[in-house]
């Protein structure tokens, strides 16, 4: 069974920056794609960003591009985002989530999430 865990939320100001961490269990992190979901209070869950296992490949949803970047480190079986210039709307519990191989879209692993607050 794969688990995930998020760490490095927190409270930062308006402009400030945060990186995210997930880790992941199991041996084969590599071959499977990563994202990052968030869902802020009373709002439904949004997506992030994805990165092939390889790294080659991100996407990035269009109200953090150019803002956020995701990275990851195959040797610690880590996720990153990192997240720069953060506003305001930023502010949601950010989530990991795991690809499944064959179905792309559908996530079949998910960590518990971390809390960002960004103050304005």
């Known amino acids: 069974q794969v688990q995930l865990v998020e760490s490095g939320g927190g409270l930062v100001q308006a402009g400030g920056s945060l990186r995210l961490s997930c880790a992941a269990s199991g041996r084969t992190f590599s071959s499977y794609t990563m994202a990052w979901f968030r869902q802020a209070p009373g709002k439904e869950r949004e997506f992030v960003g994805t990165?092939?296992?390889?790294?080659?490949?991100?996407r990035y949803a269009d109200s953090v591009k150019g803002r956020f970047t995701i990275s990851r480190d195959n040797a610690k079986n880590t996720v990153y985002l990192q997240m720069n210039s953060l506003k305001p709307e930023d502010t949601a519990v950010y989530y990991c989530?795991?690809?499944?191989?064959?179905?792309?879209?559908?996530?079949?692993?998910w960590g518990q999430g971390t809390q960002v607050t960004v103050s304005s």
């Open positions: 990165i092939s296992g390889s790294s080659f490949s991100t």
């Open positions: 989530a795991q690809e499944n191989r064959a179905l792309a879209g559908r996530y079949d692993h």
